[in-house]
Nanobody, 127 residues
Framework: QFQLVESGGGLVQPGGALRLSCVASGSTLAYHAIGWFRQAPGKEREGVSCIPSDGGNTKYADSVKGRFAVSRDNAKNMVYLEMNDLKPEDTAVYYC????????????????????WGQGTQVTVAS
């Protein structure tokens, strides 16, 4: 069974950094685009970033551009989200999700297109 598990969340001060990891089991990630999403209490789920299967044409929400970076290591079945200059408004549960909907060299962080989801990891930015 294809499963995703996120890790790396925690409590960090404003301006700090975290690296989230997403590991796949049960199948290879190599053919999937991976999206990162987040949901804060009382808010709708938001697409943060995505990376296509070839690792090239990554996408970011305007709110995180220049601060977050997504990468992947298909040999390790891992995807990462490097988060820098964190702000209190980044506080949320972060999810990774996989899809084969997109071609190998593009993606969009549109949660309607992703069908395998992790359980989420909490990120809290507070002083």
């Amino acid at each position: 069974q294809f499963q995703l598990v996120e890790s790396g969340g925690g409590l960090v001060q404003p301006g700090g950094a975290l690296r989230l990891s997403c590991v796949a089991s049960g199948s290879t990630l190599a053919y999937h685009a991976i999206g990162w999403f987040r949901q804060a209490p009382g808010k709708e789920r938001e697409g943060v970033s995505c990376i296509p299967s070839d690792g090239g044409n990554t996408k970011y929400a305007d709110s995180v551009k220049g601060r977050f970076a997504v990468s992947r290591d298909n040999a390790k079945n891992m995807v990462y989200l490097e988060m820098n200059d964190l702000k209190p408004e980044d506080t949320a549960v972060y999810y990774c999700a996989a899809t084969v909907y997109y071609a190998y060299n593009w993606c969009l962080p549109d949660d309607r297109r992703y069908d395998t989801w992790g359980q989420g990891t909490q990120v809290t930015v507070a002083s």
